[in-house]
């Protein structure tokens, strides 16, 4: 049995390992759909990743390309129906990514995985809230990627992506654009964090077990060195919206703080917002929704 001495050089040698296996983790490249590849730097989580709302278009396509839950997630067109949406002559569909955001980076932010030998012109909008859209441009004929550059302010962050079908094709079982996966090329890391797990109800000081949560984040920050940190308070709809505007800003900055104390994360700048509860992201009507609402949001902007 050979026995190596650990010296310092392997313990180096076993940290560069570690640091290389993590770093060839995130960036990935996909099969485009039309011959060619595309590369996204956060790999599997850029894809949208919830389905707000569908609106089929008519006609519709056949079963069962009419289930709109098929255009999340990565890419997994295998050359059979099952794998992707129609949206429907007509048809509109609402993403929400959730472990990622939209942000503009030099060159296209936003990719399409639509099938086809050409690309059905389907115009793209984008929100922060969901209800507030900006039209970023369209997909058409051999391109599949849009900038949103021009529509947006630097370091703005987007969480919805809505597409909508500009009846360039009607006919056929599949009417309308047939969307397999919609990705942010142009993504930050996303980490959601429940209110439960950080404060007390009503209240904006750490609990005891939210230091070993934020320290997780904190190696997520030093794996994927951000240029921007944006920490973002979110609150249920109880209560007014100004006593919930305040409350979600102080938890935000309770947030920051803890970051900031440690030697890396206190070099990147760092935006606090407070929303209240004008961004839900679940129904409030419900306990659960309630829940799913109250959340702190901390995006690392690539
Ligand atoms: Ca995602
Ligand atoms: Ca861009």
Redesign the pocket.
């Known amino acids: 049995m050979i026995y190596i001495k650990p010296t310092a050089s392997l313990f180096l040698f076993i940290q560069l390992l570690v640091t290389a296996c993590y770093s060839q983790n995130t960036g990935k490249e996909y099969d485009n759909g039309h011959g060619g590849k595309i590369y996204l730097p956060l790999g599997d989580i850029s894809f949208a990743d919830e389905v707000v709302e569908f609106k089929r278009g008519k006609p519709h396509a056949v079963e069962p390309a009419c289930d709109s839950t098929l255009a999340i997630g990565i890419p997994d067109f295998n050359g059979l129906s099952g794998n992707f949406v129609s949206l429907g002559c007509g048809g509109s569909l609402t993403l929400l990514f959730t472990d990622n955001a939209l942000v503009?980076?030099?060159?296209?932010?936003l990719f399409v995985f639509e099938l086809g030998k050409y690309i059905e012109s389907t115009e793209l909008e984008i929100s922060k809230d969901g209800s507030k859209w900006i039209t970023v441009g369209k997909i058409a004929g051999g391109t599949a990627s849009v900038?949103?550059?021009d529509s947006v302010k630097q370091g703005e962050v987007f969480h919805y992506v809505r597409l909508t079908d500009l009846k360039s094709d009607c006919k056929g079982d599949w009417p309308g654009a047939d969307i397999d996966a919609v990705a942010a090329?142009?993504s930050g890391k996303q980490i959601t964090l429940k209110n439960a797990v950080l404060y007390q109800f009503n209240d904006f000081n750490l609990l005891p077990g939210a230091k070993a949560e934020l320290n997780k984040v904190i190696e997520q920050i030093k794996l994927q060195k951000p240029s921007q940190i944006i920490i973002e308070g979110h609150t249920d709809n109880i209560g007014t919206e100004s006593y919930n505007y305040e409350l979600s800003k102080k938890r935000a900055k309770t947030v920051g703080d803890y970051l900031k104390k440690n030697a890396v994360v206190g070099k990147i700048p760092t935006k606090i917002d407070g929303y209240g509860s004008k961004l839900p992201i679940a129904n409030n009507a419900t306990k659960q929704g309630q829940e799913k609402n109250r959340r702190v949001n901390i995006i690392l902007i690539p």
């Open positions: 503009n980076i030099p060159g296209p932010d900038d949103i550059g090329i142009g």
